[in-house]
Nanobody, 121 residues
Framework: VQLQASGGGLVQARGSLRLSCAAS????????MGWFRQAPGKEREFVAS????????NYVDSVKGRFTISRDNAKNTVYLQMNSLKPEDTAVYYC???????????????WGRGTQVTVSS
């Protein structure tokens, strides 16, 4: 599968952005998907994941209540709605395909090219 993230940009603190990740290939709807981010000088960090059906989700504590992951299997796309953005959310955001249908015990295989999110204070 090939993944391409988009929707990043420059936004002021407390603003919102919606990231999209378009996937090619027939396996998209069979696997969980995830979003990761990497800030300058830091390791890549898990942000959120969603099960194949969309019924199960998981978030890193720092984004709970502010970010929402969703997917549209008919469009082979996964989304990350980011609200109440903070300067510490600044990073390159990547989407990834999981190796399981559900979020429990999930690992990630295919990775897409990232999209830059910059939050100004």
């Amino acid at each position: 599968v090939q993944l391409q993230a988009s929707g990043g940009g420059l936004v002021q603190a407390r603003g919102s952005l919606r990231l999209s990740c378009a996937a090619s290939g027939r396996t998209f709807s069979s696997y969980a998907m995830g979003w990761f981010r990497q800030a300058p000088g830091k390791e890549r960090e898990f942000v959120a994941s969603i099960s194949w059906s969309g019924s199960g989700t998981n978030y890193v504590d720092s984004v709970k209540g502010r970010f929402t992951i969703s997917r549209d299997n008919a469009k082979n796309t996964v989304y990350l709605q980011m609200n109440s953005l903070k300067p510490e959310d600044t990073a390159v955001y990547y989407c990834a395909q999981g190796n399981l249908p559900e979020v429990t015990g999930l690992g990630f295989t295919s990775w897409g090219r990232g999209t830059q999110v910059t939050v100004s204070s």
